[in-house]
């Protein structure tokens, strides 16, 4: 069974740094582009940030320059790397597995960025 486990939401000030991390127990991980989503109260689930079976990444306008996205093959592992939190960056982030037809969805972690 498949799944993806993220961590290291909390809370923290603006202008701090969060890195979340999502392990996914899927069996050839390394084909899969792997996101970051997220989803603020009353708003639509976004794209954050991919990165491919090829290490290409892409971001959204609003977190480029302030995210980094990276993964450890040898430990099914996706990072976000989050600085400069803004308050709007407040939402659920998830993890997703994409390849083909399969997709994935964690359960969500919440960062909240507030004083």
């Known amino acids: 069974q498949v799944q993806l486990v993220e961590s290291g939401g909390g809370l923290v000030q603006p202008g701090g740094s969060l890195r979340l991390s999502c392990v996914a127990s899927?069996?050839?991980?390394?084909?899969?582009?792997m996101g970051w989503y997220r989803q603020a109260p009353t708003k639509e689930r976004e794209l954050v940030a991919t990165?491919?079976?090829?290490?290409?990444?892409d971001y959204a306008d609003s977190v480029k320059g302030r995210f980094t996205i990276s993964r450890d093959n040898a430990k099914n592992t996706v990072y976000l790397q989050m600085n400069s939190l803004k308050p709007e960056d407040t939402a659920v982030y998830y993890c997703n597995a994409n390849w083909v037809w399969r997709a994935y969805w964690g359960q969500g972690t919440q960062v909240t960025v507030s004083s």
């Open positions: 899927i069996s050839s991980f390394s084909v899969y582009t």
């Open positions: 990165i491919t079976s090829g290490r290409i990444t």
